[in-house]
């Protein structure tokens, strides 16, 4: 008998939940039920799943009661409130915010990179950045076939990776801009800061708060999680990474350029690694500049794949290469590596929580 | 007695020919008469400058008969055509377009960086790619104090930096995306090339045809002006410079990630650097995370400097910095860099050309 799964989505009724759900809808998770959970401002509203109406119901620590899967992407203090709740309950948790991340029980997974420590979970597994998540799975064939040294990578991110109100807000100021209105800026660069600047037309090169070293809090996750993915240690120094991210005019895509040196450099070749990253899990290679090929957001955006072009070596240093990679940042970015984990606790007969009241505990003092 | 010039503009009806008219209004230089030249498309269209009204005319070799200073920008074809005959009548050209940038008997200057260079002029100097200047003028003061040994740039280039055409195509892009039109690609990445990708709400990884190596025209000027315009040899390994040029739906005001390695990485931090810019010329620190201050394209736009901001060092390499460098493309990018090498050639006294006959017979050739 088929085991099936009564799942919940916390969140469910902002851009990546929304994702989620019709990821979720198309997977191969046999789920007994759903139940959409988000704040009691979006309770009431009304969403499908494979053909069937369902209700948004305000979250509350009891939601979780019977719940076996939790896709979560409600923010920070949200999943902070509530995942212990739903651990305690028996309940496996996927969570998009960057709440969990660091925490060292908690896996930080990406499919195609590290699934192998998914089965070290506690109940809480955490789905890394829309920006780290894209980079690690372009890095991951070159990495295994040739080693890394460094990356250094400058990012082009989307509006929605700060969510659906800032997508919103960049349509409203092009559309003002357009109409030589004054643009109001309310949402961006982040959500509550003291300061908001127009992203329409413009270039933003500030996404999350900034830390006391001049980073912001997104390059010291592209920085940090990456390390965690890699080698399991957010500090290793297997590795070095550096990052800075602006954030561009697009609603949905983030584009990278991704500037990385590998191990073997005489094993190496963008030929080789072009071969590699084409044969990579997740995966696209578009790279033919003699057909004008090369990844572009607007062509990225509903699909799940990575896409990964303009792969040649600096000329002036042996081992050193440039890639350009694209991915959702909603869908595997987010929603999409959030239902693929789902995918493979059910595959690996994962989702089951050994001690929830000792997890609980755990979670609770993080 | 004070020298004044016959000056002419030629393409004076594009988006940066426009520009040097107005920087040329606001400059130093005693203008004793304009002549506005472009193409028999554009001839007959009025223009004004310092308060008096001014047509433009059909560009002919004859239209520079008696021109003393000649300001260039109406594509590299224009600029073969027709400077080698403006310096046989004893014109000094001042061309921002790429012919003649690597000829070894052009100066390629930012009067910031390398002036002193201009003395050895035979009648054309160019101007810098757009991209190409901002960065060196930010890399300027770092390389006088600290040296510099190798440079990292990832570019997100307005769409007026292809001309006025790209920027009306974006701005039409950007209505019909907003209308759920279908976008009308004609132009970007490459006038003329063979397919077309809209640049509203996307990301376009090409600027300029691609080289045999697989890096675009656009990577290889920003590698090999740089090395030209600090070492005066386009090939010198003095300095490793390597680029990903990046077009983004902006209309004006090109931003880049800088990372950088110095040589004296012992003398050097993020406050030496930010106070060697802050000092630099035709530079603006705005550099301060505690009040969200960094460069914007938005505000760059309009502006003659180069705006600096996020300088700060790479955690996990000694002597490894990253800044984020803005100004207006059309300006310091095209326009008023062009108008500052004229400034300084009448400060020099050096709008002269010693042997008309003999630089006509050498440019011809070029």
Not at 16 to 41: C, D, F, H, W, Y
Not at 51 to 59: A, D, L, P, S
Not at 325 to 353: M, T, Y
Request: aromatic share 8%.
């Amino acid at each position: 008998m088929v085991k099936e799964y009564n799942v919940a989505i916390l969140g469910a009724s902002g851009a990546v939940g929304r994702r989620m759900r019709e990821q979720l809808e198309q997977s191969t998770i046999p789920v007994k039920s759903l139940k959409l959970l988000a704040s009691n401002r979006s309770a009431g509203k009304k969403s499908t799943f494979r053909g069937k109406e369902y209700t948004i119901e305000e979250t509350k620590p009891e939601s979780f009661d019977g719940i076996d899967l939790v896709l979560s992407s409600a923010g920070g203090s949200v999943s902070k409130r509530f995942l212990p709740e739903a651990v305690r309950r028996g309940a496996v948790a996927v969570d998009n915010t960057s709440y969990f991340r660091m925490d060292k029980n908690v896996p930080l997974v990406v499919p195609e990179v590290n699934s192998g420590v998914l089965k070290n979970h506690h109940g809480i597994i955490s789905n890394p950045n829309c920006s780290t998540i894209q980079m690690v799975v372009a890095l991951k064939p070159i990495f295994d076939a040739f080693g890394l040294k460094q990356v250094i990578v400058s990012t082009y991110q989307a509006a929605s990776g700060a969510g659906q109100s800032a997508w919103n807000e960049l349509e409203r100021e092009s559309s003002e801009y357009l109409k030589d209105q004054k643009m109001q800026a309310k949402i961006l660069p982040v959500k509550g800061a003291e300061k908001h600047y127009p992203l329409a037309f413009n270039l933003l090169p500030q996404i999350d708060v900034f830390e006391d070293d001049a980073y912001t809090h997104e390059e010291w996750k592209m920085i940090h999680e990456t390390k965690k993915i890699f080698f399991d240690d957010m500090n290793s120094s297997k590795i070095k990474v550096t990052a800075t991210t602006v954030r561009v005019p697009v609603p949905v895509g983030h584009g990278e350029t991704v500037y990385f040196q590998v191990e073997k450099a005489n094993e190496a070749s963008a030929e080789a690694i072009q071969n590699a990253v084409a044969d990579g899990a997740g995966l696209v290679l578009q790279d033919d500049p003699s057909q004008q090929l090369y990844p572009q957001p607007i062509n990225a955006a509903g699909k799940r794949e990575t896409f990964v072009g303009r792969i040649r070596p600096d000329l002036e240093n042996d081992g050193s290469y440039w890639m350009w990679v694209v991915s959702d940042n909603l869908l595997k970015g987010a929603a999409w590596n959030a239902v693929q984990i789902a995918e493979e606790l059910v595959k690996k007969d994962l989702v089951r929580v050994a001690d929830p009241e000792k997890s609980y505990e755990m979670y609770k003092e993080n």
